[in-house]
């Protein structure tokens, strides 16, 4: 090592050192928030519960390991010279680094330093290569499995919702760091900056049907979606998210025993045609320069969620069977491939516009029930008479009496890779 580099390296660490006494300085002392923003503002908001739950606290090993998390935040930050850290207001000359000498490289992480190589190229497209993934309807059954899959990968989320505490719930930060949750007032600020937007929020439908009801199914797309387009719009040109994955669902279809949809099909008549209709309308009015992809879904099949998560219970106690005739169509898809299609659209440009999110091979109801119970080892023999589920959900009763037979012609043509497309299978990976 030359006497230049040796020198360089000491220096550097030094100046880490004095990183560390301010940040330990801020911690202890005042856990002045706006400070610790400035410093490891990459994952910041959710390393921040953490410091307020513990603003008081004198226990040096805590301290030390809130520092220890702080600093790993800070490895990943990025920043246009990752080798200046703003301090205070209009000065940045206690941080700045010391400039290397030639041959030496500085990688965007504070704390590696290396010779110059080939491999710089591939790491920096990695860096690259992650997103900031701003989601709505986080905390529903599709939306907590897909902030589990981006986190997985390390990829940045941030967790839109109306209720933080219960997505705290949902994404401790000890489970989840680094994932941000923000409520409303904070979203504009989430948005702005954010690589891509999901929109799922929306009020479930199996539910007993009153006027309010109703309203409230329509309103809760609609608002939610209307919310983040103008969010999006008004964001400014270099921190506008490039991509909305909006959700949407078959019901736009209305019902049939006897048509096959595809995304060319025209729109139903009836109310939930009427509510996806609005739906796509109040996404449809994003940015030009945003790249849209509606995803009209089908029945999710999961353990956690969804329609299978109730039908499981009546046939462990032997009293599973169809609904209704059992000759409506049930066009499904596995909630991992349903997530797997999401995550695809968020980085493929070929994906856009209209994109169904059902299965390849869709299935009577009766047949669908058939091959639960299989799996389950149990009969479906209990088949459940309309009248009895008109009784309990009224007219939200359409949603489980009636059908549509769709096909995701749009995901096979851009050679999307069904991982369940038989229900069968579909099945057995679930209860298994």
Same mark, same amino acid.
């Given at each position: 090592?030359?006497?230049?580099?040796?020198?360089?390296?000491?220096?550097?660490?030094?100046?880490?050192?004095?990183?560390?006494?301010?940040?330990?300085?801020?911690?202890?002392?005042?856990?002045?928030?706006?400070?610790?923003?400035?410093?490891?503002?990459?994952?910041?908001?959710?390393?921040?519960?953490?410091? *307020?739950?513990?603003?008081? &606290?004198?226990?040096?090993?805590?301290?030390?390991?809130?520092?220890?998390?702080?600093?790993?935040?800070? !490895?990943?930050?990025?920043?246009?010279?990752?080798?200046?850290?703003?301090?205070?207001?209009?000065?940045?000359?206690?941080?700045?680094?010391?400039?290397?000498?030639?041959?030496?490289?500085?990688?965007?992480?504070?704390?590696?330093?290396?010779?110059?190589?080939? !491999?710089?190229?591939? *790491?920096?497209?990695?860096?690259?290569?992650?997103?900031? &993934?701003?989601?709505?309807?986080?905390?529903?059954?599709?939306?907590?499995?897909?902030?589990?899959?981006?986190?997985?990968?390390?990829?940045?989320?941030?967790?839109?919702?109306?209720?933080?505490?219960?997505?705290?719930?949902?994404?401790?930060?000890?489970?989840?760091?680094?994932?941000?949750?923000?409520?409303?007032?904070?979203?504009?600020?989430?948005?702005?900056?954010?690589?891509?937007?999901?929109?799922?929020?929306?009020?479930?439908?199996?539910?007993?049907?009153?006027?309010?009801?109703?309203?409230?199914?329509?309103?809760?797309?609609?608002? =939610?979606?209307?919310?983040?387009?103008?969010?999006?719009?008004?964001?400014?040109?270099?921190?506008?998210?490039?991509?909305?994955?909006?959700?949407?669902?078959?019901?736009?279809?209305?019902?049939?025993?006897?048509?096959?949809?595809? *995304?060319?099909?025209?729109?139903?008549?009836?109310?939930?045609?009427?509510?996806?209709?609005?739906?796509?309308?109040?996404?449809?009015?994003?940015?030009?320069?945003?790249?849209?992809?509606?995803?009209?879904?089908?029945?999710?099949?999961?353990?956690?969620?969804?329609?299978?998560?109730?039908?499981?219970?009546?046939?462990?106690?032997?009293?599973?069977?169809?609904?209704?005739?059992?000759?409506?169509?049930?066009?499904?898809?596995? &909630?991992?491939?349903? &997530?797997?299609?999401?995550?695809?659209?968020?980085?493929?440009?070929?994906?856009?516009?209209?994109?169904?999110?059902?299965?390849?091979?869709?299935?009577?109801?009766?047949?669908?029930?058939?091959?639960?119970?299989?799996?389950?080892?149990?009969?479906?023999?209990?088949?459940?008479?309309?009248? =009895?589920?008109?009784?309990?959900?009224?007219?939200?009763?359409?949603?489980?009496?009636?059908?549509?037979?769709?096909?995701?012609?749009?995901?096979? *043509?851009?050679?999307?890779?069904?991982?369940?497309?038989?229900?069968?299978?579909?099945?057995?990976?679930?209860?298994?």
């Amino acid at each position: 090592m030359s006497v230049a580099t040796a020198s360089y390296l000491a220096r550097r660490a030094a100046q880490k050192e004095r990183v560390r006494t301010l940040y330990r300085r801020a911690l202890k002392d005042t856990l002045n928030w706006a400070v610790h923003r400035h410093l490891f503002y990459s994952d910041a908001d959710a390393l921040r519960e953490k410091f *307020e739950a513990n603003r008081h &606290v004198e226990d040096s090993e805590l301290i030390d390991r809130m520092i220890a998390a702080g600093e790993a935040s800070y !490895n990943k930050w990025r920043h246009p010279d990752p080798y200046i850290v703003p301090w205070a207001p209009g000065g940045t000359k206690f941080c700045r680094n010391p400039t290397p000498p030639p041959g030496v490289w500085r990688f965007r992480r504070m704390t590696t330093f290396c010779v110059s190589s080939g !491999n710089d190229s591939e *790491e920096s497209q990695k860096q690259a290569d992650k997103m900031i &993934v701003s989601v709505t309807g986080a905390t529903g059954f599709i939306g907590k499995r897909l902030v589990q899959r981006l986190h997985a990968d390390n990829h940045r989320v941030r967790v839109l919702t109306r209720s933080k505490s219960k997505a705290m719930s949902i994404f401790p930060v000890r489970d989840y760091p680094g994932v941000l949750i923000a409520e409303e007032p904070e979203w504009r600020n989430c948005i702005q900056g954010s690589t891509a937007v999901v929109n799922l929020a929306g009020l479930p439908i199996s539910t007993r049907w009153s006027p309010e009801i109703k309203k409230e199914i329509k309103e809760s797309r609609i608002k =939610a979606t209307s919310k983040v387009v103008d969010l999006i719009n008004s964001s400014p040109d270099e921190r506008r998210p490039k991509v909305l994955i909006s959700a949407t669902a078959v019901g736009y279809y209305g019902t049939s025993e006897t048509r096959v949809f595809d *995304e060319q099909s025209p729109s139903g008549n009836d109310y939930l045609a009427e509510v996806c209709r609005e739906w796509e309308a109040a996404a449809l009015r994003v940015d030009k320069d945003v790249r849209l992809a509606l995803i009209r879904i089908g029945v999710v099949l999961g353990k956690e969620g969804g329609a299978l998560a109730k039908m499981i219970p009546l046939f462990m106690m032997f009293a599973g069977g169809p609904l209704g005739s059992g000759k409506q169509w049930f066009s499904w898809i596995h &909630v991992d491939d349903l &997530v797997s299609l999401i995550y695809e659209a968020l980085s493929n440009p070929s994906y856009k516009g209209v994109i169904n999110g059902t299965s390849p091979n869709p299935v009577r109801l009766s047949e669908m029930c058939d091959h639960l119970g299989s799996v389950l080892g149990r009969p479906s023999w209990l088949p459940v008479p309309d009248i =009895a589920l008109k009784a309990v959900l009224g007219e939200g009763a359409c949603v489980v009496l009636e059908g549509q037979k769709v096909v995701p012609k749009r995901a096979k *043509e851009l050679g999307f890779p069904f991982k369940y497309p038989n229900i069968k299978d579909a099945l057995r990976s679930i209860i298994s």
